[in-house]
Nanobody
Framework: QVQLVESGGGLVQPGGSLKLSCVAS????????MGWYRQAPGKQRELVAV???????NYADSVKGRFTISRDNAKNTIHLQMSSLKPEDTAVYYC??????????????WGQGTQVTVSS
């Protein structure tokens, strides 16, 4: 069974930094891409950043220049380094991956989410 486990959320002051991590596990044979989405109260879930197996990245305009996504292919892990955080970055951040396992073809998976709160 595939699991995406996020860590690193918390409370941070405006202008501060935080690093999120997501580890994928479960007889994985290939990962097409992994990324981060976020959902603030009363808003739709939105893409934050995504990275392909080849290392190509894509960011939401609202986080460009402030957030950096990286990937450790050997550990099926991605990180999201968030800097210059703003109150509007407050949301639940979800890890997302499209991957194939020994038993299943390429499918989409979600983590349980981790809360990021930016407040003074």
């Amino acid at each position: 069974q595939v699991q995406l486990v996020e860590s690193g959320g918390g409370l941070v002051q405006p202008g501060g930094s935080l690093k999120l991590s997501c580890v994928a596990s479960g007889n994985i044979v290939s990962i097409n891409y992994m990324g981060w989405y976020r959902q603030a109260p009363g808003k739709q879930r939105e893409l934050v950043a995504v990275i392909t197996g080849g290392g190509t990245t894509n960011y939401a305009d609202s986080v460009k220049g402030r957030f950096t996504i990286s990937r450790d292919n050997a550990k099926n892990t991605i990180h999201l380094q968030m800097s210059s955080l703003k109150p509007e970055d407050t949301a639940v951040y979800y890890c997302n991956a499209q991957l194939a396992t020994l038993n299943l073809p390429k499918s989409n998976y979600w983590g349980q989410g981790t809360q990021v709160t930016v407040s003074s």
